[in-house]
């Protein structure tokens, strides 16, 4: 029988209703029972009430959380009350009278207002677990942790919690545009129904705030970098405010994309010129207006000069003196400009990934305090794999942001499964030695190593109007592992997905294991897939979807492949060493050294440096031709094991996730096949030698791959 059958009928006659329709609407949030008998004896007997202390909007979003958590887990009504005894869960702020004078809040006095701690101990001869925090967020995020420690299992026997936020801004960025469209967006529409808000409020918004809160997040930036005037008008603002106010009380602020020429476009002015007065003037106002609309609005982020977008270069100033213009406005509020670093231009015949640190590095120290500059984690384009930015460390002055995607736009759309926490895990550990052994990208952007009052994260959202979110229900394994890694860059990707999986699909270890291998794989199986050894930019045009290394000839040279791979009679790769582009030289030793010299490159960077013959020796022993083919049909064989892997699942998860998955994961298969056939046919022009012995031909020969045209993939 069919698979769909068999689960239709499944799904009407034999599952209880419990277990049907997990549609992944309720993300890692679902308080469905606890399914271990002993855990749920254990949490039973342990929890007999809770108590909630306070009253603000953040309190009745806690109420409501440990009503539904605590009963959905524990499969019974638990009661609130006014008082306490024994087994209780207590949750209030550090200065309730109640909580103030025990020991233990002396202890954690100090902390600030999202920090948090979780303690079992004893009041009034009571035992007791107490949540406690300075402030109303610190103690929404410490209800969240208690929950997910139920969720996830673990003994709430003596708990000894202190948490403390990693990185001070961790937000979202949605590249989302005010008709709907989400740019690289591929879950459905932007979340965002502007066309009715203000006055109507998608029960959505208040779950986004909650999942968001969940892990930590705490600003979103509503709009497109590649932002419209339009947002800062009366008409949007007035619609952002409305989700700020839904937000607020989940911690979240609101940040707005703001675009250079707003000043012309919905001012009036003739120029948006950052030195002029006029111009500066327009901008305290419209900050002004913002302030009054949103008083706790967070600033902005702006896209400059990058990509066709306006900018202070347009009238012969730098990227310090727009990012200036804004800060000055903004900081009577206490709101900060997030200057994005992505800034290349094809007029300027230097290498693109040496552009944004020429542009930027001379600009460390010209910032004002408010300001932070947005990099992307490598010097290209979130491509499947690229070296850390070599900004890191190098703008010793300047808070530095991190920008990580969430959205797979060069890792498969939301039709992958690509779990990003080993790529962000792999970025964040990377050692840039600016200030000698240990100056990891981690501490540079959570402001340790520079002492930096600032500090910053921002991740392009993977959501929509998708029923799960994120269109494949592994895409929420992205955003949960972002949030907690700006909360905690230390974290382990491998401990992330351990939560994730027990939160969202099962805590059986006979699912959990096999689950967490596929995922802790599967991003180095797109690696091999797509753009094996450091090659990297060689997707479709313009909608980045499948391979297309042979595109050339276009109007900018570096949105083409060829500018990339280098393919030649000679050999691959991009030679950015002192006898090519020298990129090398933005990093600091003995980084540039090692990567200097293939030998003692490592191998997932070799084609990104070096451009070596199609004989270079690898150190399998294979030549370079032979390992590149190895490398891609690895990958593509990864990905029907990933396949086999899930099969098993079978009977042993929710029967509509398991198919979801699997519908995805055959996909997968063909797609990673196809990226395969179309490189190894298209580099073999080059190399001019066979497909080594025991890997099966491609059934197709390269014409067909190349004649391939997606007129409707989503951009
Ligand atoms: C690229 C995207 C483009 C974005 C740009 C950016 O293709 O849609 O506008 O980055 O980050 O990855 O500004």
């Not at 107490?130 to 709430?156: A, E, M, P, R």
């Not at 300047?398 to 970025?427: A, C, K, R």
């Not at 582009?581 to 010299?597: G, M, N, T, V």
Request: glycine content about 6%; some cysteine.
């Amino acid at each position: 029988m069919n698979l769909k059958i068999k689960l239709f009928i499944a799904l009407i006659l034999t599952i209880p209703l419990s277990a049907i329709c997990d549609d992944g609407y309720r993300l890692w949030l679902k308080y469905d029972p606890i399914s271990d008998n002993l855990m749920l004896n254990e949490y039973r007997k342990s929890i007999k009430g809770y108590m909630v202390l306070g009253e603000s909007p953040t309190i009745d979003v806690i109420k409501a959380e440990l009503q539904n958590g605590l009963s959905g887990l524990l499969d019974r009504q638990i009661p609130a009350s006014n008082t306490f005894s024994d087994h209780f869960i207590i949750a209030g702020k550090t200065d309730h009278d109640l909580l103030k004078n025990i020991s233990l809040s002396k202890k954690y006095k100090n902390i600030s207002s999202e920090d948090y701690f979780i303690v079992t101990t004893e009041l009034e001869n009571k035992k007791v677990t107490i949540i406690s925090s300075n402030g109303d967020i610190g103690l929404l995020y410490g209800v969240f942790h208690f929950l997910k420690i139920l969720q996830t299992h673990q003994s709430i026997e003596n708990l000894d919690i202190v948490e403390s936020p990693g990185v001070k801004l961790r937000l979202l960025n949605h590249w989302d545009n005010l008709q709907r469209r989400a740019e690289r967006g591929y879950a459905g529409c932007s979340i965002w129904d502007w066309h009715k808000l203000p006055d109507y409020i998608h029960p959505y918004y208040y779950q986004y705030a909650r999942a968001n809160a969940s892990i930590g997040i705490n600003g979103t930036v509503l709009n497109n970098v590649n932002a419209d005037a339009l947002i800062l008008t009366p008409l949007y603002l007035e619609k952002a405010a409305a989700l700020a106010d839904i937000f607020r009380p989940y911690g979240i602020k609101v940040y707005l994309s703001a675009r250079f020429s707003s000043p012309i476009e919905i001012g009036g002015l003739k120029i948006s010129d950052p030195l002029d007065a006029s111009v500066q003037q327009w901008w305290k106002n419209k900050v002004e207006e913002i302030y009054a609309l949103i008083p706790d609005f967070g600033g902005f982020v702006v896209k400059a000069n990058s990509e066709g977008q306006p900018g202070p270069q347009n009238y012969g100033r730098s990227h310090a003196d727009g990012a200036n213009m804004l800060a000055d406005a903004l900081k009577p509020f206490g709101g900060v400009v997030m200057w994005r670093a992505f800034v290349y231009d094809h007029n300027i015949k230097e290498d693109r990934a040496k552009q944004a640190y020429t542009e930027f590095k001379p600009l460390d120290g010209e910032f004002r305090e408010n300001v932070l500059v947005q990099v992307k984690n490598g010097p290209i384009d979130f491509q499947p794999r690229e070296p850390f930015h070599p900004l890191f460390g190098a703008m010793p002055e300047t808070p530095l942001m991190m920008e990580f995607q969430i959205t797979q736009e060069y890792l498969g759309f939301s039709t992958h499964l690509v779990y990003l926490g080993t790529l962000y895990e792999e970025v964040l550990d990377a050692d840039t030695y600016s200030r000698g052994k240990g100056s990891t990208v981690a501490k540079i952007i959570d402001g340790s190593l520079e002492n930096k009052e600032f500090s910053g994260m921002a991740g392009v959202a993977n959501t929509g109007t998708d029923r799960n979110w994120t269109g494949h229900l592994f895409g929420q394994s992205n955003w949960y592992a972002y949030g907690r890694l700006a909360w905690n860059p230390e974290l382990s990707a491998a401990s992330i997905a351990d939560e994730w999986i027990r939160m969202t699909i099962s805590n059986q270890p006979d699912v959990i294991n096999p689950v967490k291998k596929m995922m802790m794989q599967s991003r180095e199986n797109t690696v091999n897939y797509m753009t094996p050894l450091g090659l990297h930019h060689i997707m479709g045009w313009d909608h980045h979807y499948g391979p297309a290394p042979w595109i050339k000839d276009k109007f900018r040279d570096d949105w083409t492949s060829v500018y990339y791979h280098k393919a030649g009679q000679d050999g691959i790769g991009f030679d950015r060493t002192k006898s090519g582009s020298d990129a090398l030289s933005q990093y600091f030793e003995p980084i540039a050294r090692k990567f200097a010299s293939p030998e003692t490159c490592p191998e997932e960077y070799i084609l990104w440096f070096h451009h070596l013959s199609w004989d270079y020796k690898m150190k399998s022993g294979r030549t370079l031709w032979e390992e590149l083919c190895h490398r891609y049909y690895t990958g593509a064989e990864s990905v029907k094991d990933m396949l086999k892997t899930w099969h098993e699942l079978q009977g042993k998860i929710d029967p509509e996730i398991f198919d979801h998955v699997m519908q995805l994961l055959k996909i997968q298969v063909k797609e990673a096949v196809w990226w395969r056939n179309a490189c190894v046919l298209y580099f073999q022009t080059f190399s001019q030698k066979p497909i080594p012995e025991g890997l099966e031909k491609p059934d197709k020969p390269l014409e067909y791959y190349m004649n391939l045209d997606f007129p409707y993939a989503p951009k």
